[in-house]
T-cell receptor, first 116, second 114 residues
Framework: GDSVTQTEGPVTVSESESLIINCTYSATSIAYPNLFWYVRYPGEGLQLLLKVITAGQKGSSRGFEATYNKETTSFHLQKASVQESDSAVYYCALGDLGGSNAKLTFGKGTKLSVKS | ETAVFQTPNYHVTQVGNEVSFNCKQTLGHDTMYWYKQDSKKLLKIMFSYNNKQLIVNETVPRRFSPQSSDKAHLNLRIKSVEPEDSAVYLC?????????????FGPGTRLTVL
């Protein structure tokens, strides 16, 4: 089946430092799945951070970026300068394009703590 | 702003009991989901409902059953809980089915089975 592997947390960085959370995927049912980053801030529900549905494209949101790399089957999340408010749990996810088995497959999540 | 509501927040019960969790979305979405997040933090899809039709059932034990009265509500019933059912159950909704649609999640219900 499909699988997603991401940086094992917790990850702690200082404010204004750069960040990269690695994500690699394995899609057995489809060659070019949709790729997502979801985030869960403390006390809130899981929410979409960004998504990319076309291989080679980059998605961005709230200063975060991720590029869909089909050669390395990766979708790493990056930010040039983190803030304390970025402290959250980040989930990389893969989705097939449709059909009766349409579903999201999530990674285990990476807990990020940003210290001031 | 919360738009997917789940009750209860926590539930502790004994092995063999029946439990039911509620989920309501106020987004006017057509598709709702239940996910299970186990102790290893892995989030796995359990069910998807689109216009009251079950779309996905991921080899979930038969003691689990989704229940929907309308497209805004999707409850989860566990007929006779087992220790391995201890987990956080997340409800979500999306405008339509298909993974390109953003999913909106509720805060989760944490179940502990003693």
């Amino acid at each position: 089946g499909d699988s997603v592997t991401q940086t094992e947390g917790p990850v702690t960085v200082s404010e204004s430092e750069s960040l990269i959370i690695n994500c690699t995927y394995s899609a057995t049912s489809i060659a070019y799945p949709n790729l997502f980053w979801y985030v869960r801030y403390p006390g809130e529900g899981l929410q979409l951070l960004l998504k990319v549905i076309t291989a080679g494209q980059k998605g961005s949101s709230r200063g975060f970026e991720a590029t869909y790399n089909k050669e390395t089957t990766s979708f790493h999340l990056q930010k040039a300068s983190v803030q304390e408010s970025d402290s959250a749990v980040y989930y990389c996810a893969l989705g097939d394009l449709g059909g009766s088995n349409a579903k999201l497959t999530f990674g285990k999540g990476t807990k990020l703590s940003v210290k001031s | 702003e919360t738009a997917v509501f789940q009750t209860p927040n926590y539930h502790v019960t004994q092995v063999g009991n029946e439990v039911s969790f509620n989920c309501k979305q106020t987004l006017g979405h057509d598709t709702m989901y239940w996910y299970k997040q186990d102790s290893k933090k892995l989030l796995k899809i359990m069910f998807s409902y689109n216009n009251k039709q079950l779309i996905v059932n991921e080899t979930v034990p038969r003691r689990f059953s989704p229940q929907s009265s309308d497209k805004a509500h999707l409850n989860l019933r566990i007929k006779s809980v087992e220790p391995e059912d201890s987990a956080v159950y997340l409800c979500a909704s999306s405008r339509d089915w298909g993974v390109s649609y953003e999913q909106y999640f509720g805060p989760g219900t944490r179940l502990t089975v003693l």
